[in-house]
Nanobody, 123 residues
Framework: VQLQASGGGLVQAGGSLTLSCVASGRDFSTYAIGWFRQVPGKERQFVASIGWNGGTTYYADSVKGRFTISRDYAGSTMYLQMNSLKPEDTAVYYC?????????????????WGQGTLVTVSS
């Protein structure tokens, strides 16, 4: 089972990035999937989650209105569209597959994790 995240990079404040996460080795179409981020020395932070059928999404207050999570019909690829980026969004972003079909906001509720992709927002 593998989750492969990509799309990170360096962007100026106010810019946009789209992260992708491809899942393989297992059928994730019936599980919620999400994004977390982590800054060195701090705890991993919930960013966004999407339910198994894409019908329900949930966002951290800090990204609401700026980030959009989505997934493809097969459920094997998910995206995080990040707009109006701020320097405080700088972090390593991780995609993760939940143990459950509904949106999941806590780390412990996720069973499989990607390797992370670094997003750096310059001021």
């Amino acid at each position: 089972v593998q989750l492969q995240a990509s799309g990170g990079g360096l962007v100026q404040a106010g810019g946009s990035l789209t992260l992708s996460c491809v899942a393989s080795g297992r059928d994730f179409s019936t599980y919620a999937i999400g994004w977390f981020r982590q800054v060195p020395g701090k705890e991993r932070q919930f960013v966004a989650s999407i339910g198994w059928n894409g019908g329900t999404t949930y966002y951290a207050d800090s990204v609401k209105g700026r980030f959009t999570i989505s997934r493809d019909y097969a459920g094997s690829t998910m995206y995080l569209q990040m707009n109006s980026l701020k320097p405080e969004d700088t972090a390593v972003y991780y995609c993760a597959a939940s143990r459950y079909s509904s949106v999941t906001t806590n780390s412990s509720g996720h069973r499989f994790w990607g390797q992370g992709t670094l997003v750096t927002v310059s001021s």
